[in-house]
């Protein structure tokens, strides 16, 4: 299975981590992953909010990129890019008007056909074969999957499969034997791209998806999205000084779970890279299972 | 961010309705939607407050009225300075650019010495190939927004000016961001444009 890349700017740099997770278990999932050559920046919130016709017209050029390079579908992980690549080839679906405002703007043809896959979409497509690869199942573990925003709406971008009750990542993680617990922050805001910008209502909208998180008697909290993980990882320390309960709560990417039961390592995964230490998590798992699948000759698709 | 806003969604579309176009454009409430779409997934009359408020934002900005909180503006500006100048986000030249323009000179937004130790920042800006098409992008973009009075390129751009703009409005000031709580030292400001040297980081 081959698929484009885009991996953005987090990724390259505050949050690379992800996209060491998101190689290894590609890798390891028989997906090859071809970075778009010379992507740009999706322009995340400051071009959508300021600038309607940038906020499409950018990720568009990504789009155009990536047909050209001969792609049907690209993978974007973080779920900022994810939703404003999405955004865009719906707008430039279903509004003329734009399209031909950001042909005149990108100087490339608009390309509406390339796929947008978001890591859990992409992971829940190939449930079966992370279930038959997995060779450490995390038996045991009990894991809040946070969606918030970026993944879950607008619904006509998200492919979720349901806006209010999604349970796609749930799934994923229940093929790694992990255990997903029920819990009711899943869907809130993390505070986004206010994490420079306006600090103390990230640390306010965090703490309460923390603390939900660790009620519902969650080992760690599994995300998608390198801003919902920097402002909950990397925040945790400014929301623990002042929340009556300092326990800390392990934050892991998608990839990172997958990887984990997919016998990948630790270190390869990019876990020692976080904020919150994950020992928790890393010493208590299982002996990757030897006998398993070492000669899997099937192509997934 | 309902509870910090003094113009929750239903307000915002109560005001359009009533044509009080100068109240709304020149709210901070706008400023202060973070775009998660839950009041659009959840309009029981399927109205889109999410785009209204992204086209108020953009309405008030070309025009010259927009009244963001300081750190806010300051955040966007830098934002796009950075796609401008390189197709991507260079985050130390972000938070660069982001210090000399919000004010928040000491403030360790983002604890460089943990980000380091990690691996987490880079260390120099990757400029795309054709940034040239970027740049394109956006002068077309900025030239078809009327009265364009605050484009974010004639700002300054990631230099040692600070914008004019100093005002700080008491509704942006009803809950502080913690900038000296934590006894680490401020890391001085960082100047993005004088560090172009193109280089990868893997």
């Keep these: 299975m081959r698929v484009g890349y885009f991996p953005g700017c987090s990724l390259h740099a505050t949050s690379r981590e992800y996209a060491e997770s998101v190689l290894a278990m590609t890798g390891a999932l028989g997906v090859e992953l071809f970075e778009i050559e010379d992507w740009a920046c999706c322009g995340a919130t400051s071009a ?89 199942p995390l038996k045991g573990l009990k894991a809040a999957c946070y969606y918030g925003c970026l993944l879950a709406r607008p619904k006509e971008l998200t492919d979720l499969d349901d806006v209010e009750m999604p349970s796609s990542m749930e799934d994923v993680v229940k093929a790694t034997g992990a255990t997903p617990v029920a819990w009711n922050r899943r869907l809130d805001c993390c505070g986004g791209g206010f994490s420079l910008s ?21 080992d760690l909290l599994v995300v998608a999205c390198p801003m919902c993980h920097s402002n909950l990882d990397f925040r945790q320390k400014a929301i623990a000084k002042r929340a009556e309960d300092p326990t800390t709560l392990p934050i892991l990417f998608l990839s990172q779970v997958v990887g984990l039961a997919l016998g990948e390592g630790p270190l390869e995964l990019g876990l020692d890279r976080h904020f919150v230490t994950t020992e928790k998590i890393t010493s208590c798992l299982p002996e990757i299972e030897e006998q398993k699948n070492v000669t899997t000759g099937e192509a997934d698709q | ?33 973070l ?26 900005w070309n025009e010259g009225l927009a009244d963001p909180p300081r750190k806010i503006e300051a955040f966007h500006r830098s934002f796009l300075n950075q796609i401008r100048r390189s197709g991507r986000i260079f985050e130390f030249g972000l938070v660069a650019g982001y210090k000399m323009r919000s004010g928040a000179l000491f403030s360790d937004v983002l604890s460089v010495p943990g980000m380091l130790s990690r691996g987490k920042l880079a260390l120099a800006p990757v400029r795309i190939t054709r940034i040239k098409e970027i740049r394109r992008i956006f002068d077309t973009c900025l030239e078809s927004a009327p009265h364009d009075s605050s484009s974010p390129e004639d700002s300054g751009a990631d230099t040692h000016e600070t914008d004019g703009k100093g005002t700080v409005h008491p509704a942006s000031a009803t809950i502080e961001e913690e900038s000296s709580g934590n006894g680490r030292q401020g890391s001085p400001p960082l100047d993005g444009a004088s560090n172009n040297g193109e280089r990868r980081n893997s």
């Design chain 1, 48 to 136: 959508h909010a300021t600038n309607h016709l940038l906020g499409v017209a950018l990720p568009a050029r990504t789009l155009a990129l990536a047909a050209e390079q001969g792609h049907e579908q690209v993978l974007a992980p973080c779920a900022a890019c994810f939703n404003r690549l999405a955004a865009a080839r719906h707008e430039l679906r279903k509004d003329p008007k734009i399209a031909r405002a950001v042909e005149n703007a990108t100087g490339r043809p608009i390309q509406t056909n390339v796929n947008v896959l978001s890591i859990v979409k992409l992971l829940q497509d190939l449930k079966a074969t992370i279930r038959e690869k997995t060779v450490r």
């Design chain 1, 198 to 218: 306006r600090t103390s209502s990230v640390v306010r909208l965090s703490r309460t998806i923390l603390e939900d998180a660790r009620d519902a008697g969650a």
């Design chain 2, 1 to 33: 961010m309902a509870v910090e806003s003094k113009l929750r969604p239903h307000d915002i579309l109560r005001l359009l309705q009533q044509g009080r176009r100068g109240e709304l454009l020149s709210s901070q409430s706008i400023w202060l939607c």
């Design chain 2, 35 to 60: 775009t998660c779409e839950t009041c659009t997934a959840r309009c029981p009359n399927e109205c889109d407050p999410a785009r209204i408020i992204d086209a108020l934002r953009e309405i008030a």
